[in-house]
């Protein structure tokens, strides 16, 4: 079965710590990944997209790298502003659109 | 800075109406989509719809939903039979030819069955 699971659930950091937030896939072929960054009452905002092993996307203080069974959401001396539930989401090669997503992270960061 | 709109922004409705929910997507986008979110739960993929056809659907997506662009603008879902099950958030989403995997949501529709 497809299934894409996140964590930590939630993460705490103090401002300017820096950390990594995990997503793990098993699906048959992968298309493509990608992270969302949600604020509470909102609509996802789209991050990044992956296509291979190896391929890393940043903006910001943020890093995306992907693996072949994982990605890893790079935090870099985080700031208060960064606080939101981070989504990952794959679509598999047998899929024209459908996506799965995963359970999210939910990161608050401390002044 | 163009956005994804969706309306009504909160929906209460009762069990057995139909309601429809609206979305006016980036102008030039070409590819629509649904989403849902039952409260603490993950986002779940609806359907989407391109060149005015449904391009695919998930198994969520039965005979009680339908999805139409009825003009240039608009996008719709329509629930027909709405369950105590189909309360959730709704998120519409499009994206355009030059960036495919880079949808836009827009701010989602609560929907209410009572």
């Known amino acids: 079965e497809d299934q894409v699971t996140q964590s930590p659930e939630a993460l705490r950091l103090q401002e300017g710590e820096s950390s990594s937030l995990n997503c793990s896939y098993t699906?048959?072929?992968?298309?493509?990944l990608f992270w969302y960054r949600q604020d509470p009452g909102k609509g996802p905002e789209f991050l990044f997209t992956l296509y291979s092993a190896g391929e890393e996307k940043e903006k910001e203080r943020l890093k995306a790298t992907l693996t072949k069974k994982e990605s890893f959401l790079h935090i870099t001396a985080p700031k208060p502003e960064d606080s939101a539930t981070y989504l990952c989401?794959?679509?598999?090669?047998?899929?024209?659109?459908?996506?799965?997503f995963g359970p999210g992270t939910s990161l608050s960061v401390i002044p | 800075e163009p956005e994804v709109t969706q309306t009504p922004s909160h929906q209460v409705t009762q069990m057995g109406q139909e309601v429809i929910l609206r979305c006016v997507p980036i102008?030039?986008?070409?590819?629509f989509y649904w989403y849902r979110q039952i409260l603490g739960q993950k986002v779940e993929f609806l359907v989407s719809f391109y060149n005015n056809e449904i391009s695919e659907k998930s198994e969520i997506f039965d005979d009680q939903f339908s999805v139409e662009r009825p003009d240039g603008s608009n996008f719709t879902l329509k629930i027909r039979s709405t369950k105590l099950e189909d309360s959730a958030m709704y998120f519409c989403?499009?994206?355009?030819?030059?960036?495919?995997?880079?949808?836009?949501f827009g701010p989602g529709t609560r929907l209410t069955v009572t």
């Open positions: 989403a499009s994206s355009g030819e030059q960036g495919y995997y880079e949808q836009y």
């Open positions: 699906v048959s072929g992968l298309r493509g």
């Open positions: 102008s030039n986008h070409l590819y």
């Open positions: 989401a794959v679509q598999m090669k047998t899929s024209y659109d459908k996506v799965i």
